[in-house]
């Protein structure tokens, strides 16, 4: 969308973490009518000291992009209600600054035609995705323990991010009915993926007919415990060794044990953080949760 001298955002895919918001990225930048930019996450809104930096600054992301196109980001931080200062990891506290509004009203207030994309999950499943996401990305050890994780990392809002209700409320709050939309990952994107394409094309005015490739195919598909492990501390000979000869149902059987086990008391404490919000939510949203059971099983 062209506005003045700048190319402006059509969409922004707000979140959830760990639901599917790559899928629907890479859904997207297949589509002809699209062209999206090459990072896929800015974070511009969500972190004070961007965002002080300017529109304009915000703007340059999209400034090779064709008006003709339809362009747009996806920054799961979005989901979040407040902007946040610098993000450290040994930060104990969530650092708030309180002087700017909040995250919906902030986007709304700068880009007030923008189509906002929201995609949900059973929170238990994607807090414990992304406990292992942040093993992944080297943020933590893989055997820190999940309950350790959510009390010596905070500012990873491991938990937070599930509360779905109250921030699509927000969202609601500044957002026009024509211009958002709420997916379900269990439901949508796993057993109904070319309709909701279908659905998305057509809200992000794109042919809706256009049929992707691989678009029942996940993008990020999970790491053996293996590799977990050994990706932490670099073992980048062992791995090989291991690929090499095609042993990884055998070192995935000893990681598995050697890797700390989510306990269910964790589990069960999450379930009572979230489930009191899903009748509310279930209205919110009007559709049923009912793909959602609010647990977890440590597989191998």
Not at 35 to 54: I, N
Not at 269 to 290: F, N, S, V, W
Request: glycine content about 2%; hydrophobic content about 35%; aromatic content about 14%.
């Amino acid at each position: 969308m062209r506005n003045n001298s700048f190319i402006y955002p059509d969409f922004i895919i707000v979140g959830a973490q760990k639901s599917g918001t790559t899928w629907l990225w890479e859904m997207i930048n297949q589509h002809p009518g699209s062209e999206l930019p090459p990072k896929k996450e800015h974070h511009f809104f969500s972190k004070s000291y961007k965002y002080r930096m300017g529109l304009e600054e915000y703007l340059k992301i999209y400034e090779n992009i064709s008006p003709s196109k339809i362009t747009g980001e996806a920054s799961t931080s979005y989901l979040y209600d407040r902007v946040r200062k610098n993000v450290h990891m040994e930060q104990k506290n969530v650092e708030i600054d309180y002087n700017l509004p909040t995250i919906p009203k902030l986007i709304t207030k700068n880009l007030p035609d923008i189509k906002i994309i929201i995609i949900l999950r059973d929170p238990v499943k994607r807090a414990v995705s992304a406990y292992y996401h942040f093993i992944k990305a080297k943020n933590y050890s893989p055997m820190v323990k999940f309950k350790e994780a959510l009390e010596k990392y905070p500012n990873r809002l491991i938990v937070e991010f599930g509360q779905y209700y109250k921030y699509i409320q927000l969202w609601r709050r500044y957002t026009k009915e024509s211009n958002i939309r709420i997916y379900i990952l269990e439901e949508d994107i796993k057993c109904n993926p070319k309709e909701m394409l279908m659905d998305t094309y057509s809200f992000l005015n794109l042919e809706h007919n256009f049929q992707p490739q691989k678009y029942n195919h996940t993008i990020h598909e999970r790491m053996k415990w293996t590799y977990l492990l050994l990706n932490y501390y670099n073992l980048r000979i062992l791995t090989k060794i291991i690929k090499r000869f095609k042993i990884e149902n055998i070192t995935d059987k000893i990681a598995f044990k050697l890797l700390p086990k989510i306990d269910q008391d964790d589990i069960r404490a999450l379930r009572d953080i979230y489930i009191d919000d899903k009748e509310k939510l279930e209205d919110l949203i009007g559709r049923p949760l009912d793909c959602w059971d609010y647990s977890y099983k440590h597989v191998l």
